[in-house]
């Protein structure tokens, strides 16, 4: 079984390989949006729910910063989501890093 820090760096390069989201197509993400999907990635059902509840339905969507199509949940799979999430912090970090 893989750890925690693996999982994500595998994500992280099949994000770079697979997808071309390297660091430097990501300097174009100057309102942190890679944090903010990192941050939706990481929500819990329950807090999804709470959101849609108290504040209106799919408010939730609203943290999700990027256009719906890029938006793979995959919500019976919490390994699954907290590795994207992993993998868009380290993104954001090499972005920060990438414009020092």
């Known amino acids: 079984m893989k750890t925690g820090i693996q999982l994500?760096?595998?994500?992280?390069?099949?994000?770079i390989e697979s997808e071309g989201y390297?660091?430097?197509?990501?300097?174009?993400?100057?309102?942190?949006?890679?944090a903010?999907?990192?941050?939706?990635?990481?929500?819990?059902?329950?807090?999804?729910d709470f959101m849609d509840e108290n504040w209106g339905n799919d408010m939730?969507?609203?943290i999700w910063p990027f256009d719906l199509n890029?938006?793979?949940r995959v919500p019976e799979d919490r390994i699954r989501e907290l590795q994207k999430a992993?993998?868009?912090?380290?993104?954001?970090i090499d972005r920060i890093n990438l414009i020092k």
């Open 36 to 48: 903010n999907a990192a941050a939706y990635y990481s929500m819990t059902d329950e807090l999804i």
């Open 60 to 62: 939730h969507l609203h």
């Open 8 to 15: 994500i760096a595998q994500e992280r390069k099949r994000q």
């Open 70 to 72: 890029y938006l793979k």
């Open 86 to 92: 992993g993998a868009l912090i380290a993104a954001e």
């Open 22 to 34: 390297t660091s430097l197509n990501d300097e174009v993400y100057l309102e942190g949006e890679l």
